[in-house]
């Protein structure tokens, strides 16, 4: 089993919809979680971090389910903008331990 | 956030030559740097952790003669793919770190003719 995994898509959805995209991880010890985006040819921004609670940052919702080990990404109304591949990254270890596993993306097609 | 910069943006070379990479933390100090490779449609796949004034870690099937990583400075640290060749050509882009959070330089596209 891959440390990360995620489903590759593509996922193509209208302008304005709803779309959620889960990744799981396979070290149940792990402390950090991450959601990256990257667009075509560029290097990865970190959107959100994931915490346990869950957290929100405007159209954008994480989700932490450490019993089921994944985390997941909920993106509502859905932007042209948006278009882009999605990065789920586990630090195993945090603490300052600063090593990351990356998932393979998830890539986002929002369609006008 | 944390920005980290990287040069030269790409590179175009000839088979055998070698190619230097430069990372730099602009407005914090990186005690460790990430390089990753990034082949089309496959994910970062880390090549290497570099350590300010010690010896990098490379990861499992990288050749440590062949990727040649400096970390000099806490706000620099150097990739040289020594005798390039075509197989090598990929996206490398080097990471720094700043409060479990890593920020990643623009990438460096290498192709080797």
């Known amino acids: 089993r891959k440390e990360v995994e995620q489903d590759p898509g593509p996922f193509n959805v209208p302008e304005g919809a709803t779309v959620a995209f889960n990744c799981t991880y396979s070290n149940s010890a792990s402390q950090s979680f991450f959601w990256y985006r990257q667009d075509c040819r560029k290097e990865p921004k970190l959107l959100m971090s994931?915490?346990?609670s869950g957290n929100e940052d405007g159209r954008f919702t994480a989700q932490l389910n450490r019993a089921s080990q994944y985390i997941s990404l909920l993106i509502r109304d859905s932007k042209l903008s948006d278009s882009a591949t999605y990065l789920c990254?586990?630090?195993?270890f945090g603490g300052g331990y600063q090593k990351v596993t990356f998932g393979t993306g998830t890539k986002l097609q929002v369609i006008p | 956030g944390a920005v980290v910069s990287q040069h030269p943006s790409w590179v175009i070379c000839k088979s055998g030559t070698s190619v230097k990479i430069e990372c730099r933390s602009l407005?914090?100090?990186?005690?460790?740097m990430f390089w990753y490779r990034q082949f089309p449609k496959q994910s970062l796949m880390l090549m290497a952790t570099s350590n300010e004034g010690s010896k990098a870690t490379y990861e499992q099937g990288v050749e440590k003669d062949k990727f040649l990583i400096n970390h000099a400075s806490l706000t620099l640290s150097t990739l040289t793919v020594t005798s390039a060749h075509p197989e090598d050509s990929s996206f490398y882009i080097c990471?720094?770190?700043?409060?479990?959070?890593?920020?990643f330089g623009p990438g460096t596209r290498l192709t080797v003719l």
């Open positions: 994931v915490y346990s």
């Open positions: 407005d914090f100090q990186a005690t460790t």
């Open positions: 990254v586990v630090n195993p």
């Open positions: 990471s720094g770190s700043s409060s479990d959070t890593q920020y």
